[in-house]
Structure formats: C-alpha cells, structure tokens
C-alpha cells in the first residue's frame, strides 16, 4: 500500500524566499508523481507532472524534481510571493493501471509580505 | 476549454438522507475519478471510470457508489447518510490513449454536510 509523507506540514516565509516541499513515498512503482496547490475550499489545480522516467520538470518558478529509487519527490519554488501561500500536495500514480492517486496530507505554506 | 463541472457545489442533508453528484469532465476526457476529502483523513480515493466501467475502486462501503454514463459525464451517490459523510467531494477527469500522460484535472467540489 502506497503511503505518502509530505514536510514540513506548514511553513511560514517571508516574500521573497526559495523554497523546498519535501515529498517521499513507499511504493516506488509508479507511474508518474503529480503536485498540485489547493486554495482554502477549493479543488486542486495541477502544478506539475513529472513521468516516471524524468528526472524533473519546471514551469515558470517552479521545479519539481524526481528520484523513484528512494521514493522522494521535491517541489522547488523560486522567489516566493503572497500568491503562493496555499497548501500543496504531492501525489504518485501507481504502476497497475488507471488514475489511482493516493495523496499525501499535504505542506501548507504562508508567504507573508 | 471549459474545466472540470460539479454540482451541486453546496449541499445540505440529514443523517440516513441519500445524495447525488454530479461531474462533468473535460471535453474528450473519458476518466473520471472521484475523491473525499476531511480534515480527519485528508484526500481518499474512492473510485474511478472509464468507458462507463468502474476501473478501480478505494476502500469505502457499499453506501458509495458511482456510474458513468455514454456522454463520460460522472456521478456518485450516497446513501444512508451519516455525519462523517460531510467532506468535500472532488472529481477528477483525465484522458486517455497514446497520447495521455496520466494528469488528471480536477473540479472545484462539492462540499456535503450531513445533519
């Protein structure tokens, strides 16, 4: 059974800062590793997706990176804004076919001005 | 290209009451996957369709079931309501074929509280 840790569970920084979002995960049979944000309810909004046979992928300030062998993800973000703050979550896809997520408890982050 | 449709977006209902979603995917997306989410246990899987089959399926009772129809519009039903029931209910369609890369987009929910 796939089980998924995210650290840390909250931040709080000051605008402007890089960050790191620490996933890691026990079944490294995967498919593909999706991060997405979530605003205070609302649904998710995909961020990145990296394949199992990439090493990252980055849009615009953000890189995630992927290293299956030890079941460890990271969710780089560059130059902090207010508009960041927002609770991300990291979810693998697992290698028996079908869009089977199973999502970690996610790292809220507050970026203050 | 319009996003991923849920209704109701609100609902209230009463302890052994039964409910109904609904989940629209994107255009030409023919998996939908439904989720729970609680303060308590975070995002769970509860199942998902393709081509109007149940494709997988989470660890829920029987009280949750879900169908998909022709058009791979989506819905949930459950029934005999109760109170840790109330969370909010997330879809989420993805396409499929040669050209699919298993990202999956999701709707904004639909928030249940159960009375």
């Known amino acids: 059974k796939q089980e998924v840790t995210q650290i840390p569970a909250a931040l709080s920084v000051p605008e402007g800062e890089n960050l790191v979002l620490n996933c890691s995960f026990t079944?490294?049979?995967?498919?593909?590793l999706q991060w997405f944000r979530q605003d205070p309810g609302k649904g998710l909004t995909s961020l990145l997706l990296?394949?199992?046979?990439?090493r990252e992928q980055t849009s615009g300030r953000l890189n995630a990176s992927l290293d299956k062998s030890s079941g460890r993800s990271t969710l780089y973000i560059a130059a902090s804004q207010p508009g960041d703050s927002a609770t991300y979550l990291c979810?693998?896809?697992?290698?028996?076919?079908?869009?089977?997520?199973?999502f970690g408890t996610g790292t809220q982050l507050k970026v203050e001005l | 290209k319009a996003g991923v449709t849920q209704t109701p977006r609100y609902l209230i209902k009463t302890r052994g009451q039964q409910v109904t979603l609904s989940c629209s995917p994107i255009?030409?997306?023919?998996?939908v996957s439904w989720y729970q989410q609680t303060p308590g246990q975070g995002l769970q899987f509860l199942f998902e369709?393709?081509?109007?089959?149940?494709?997988n399926k989470g660890n829920f009772p029987g009280r949750f079931s879900g169908r998909q129809f022709s058009n791979s519009r989506s819905e949930m039903n459950v029934s005999t309501l109760e109170l840790g029931d109330s969370a909010l209910y997330l879809c989420?369609?993805?396409?499929?074929?040669?050209?699919?890369?298993?990202?999956?987009?999701f709707g904004e929910g639909s928030r249940l509280t159960v009375l």
């Open positions: 979810a693998p896809v697992g290698m028996r076919g079908g869009n089977k997520l199973t």
């Open positions: 990296i394949q199992s046979s990439q």
């Open positions: 989420a369609s993805s396409p499929e074929g040669a050209l699919n890369t298993g990202e999956l987009f």
């Open positions: 079944d490294s049979a995967i498919y593909n």
């Open positions: 369709y393709f081509s109007e089959t149940q494709r």
């Open positions: 255009s030409g997306h023919r998996s």
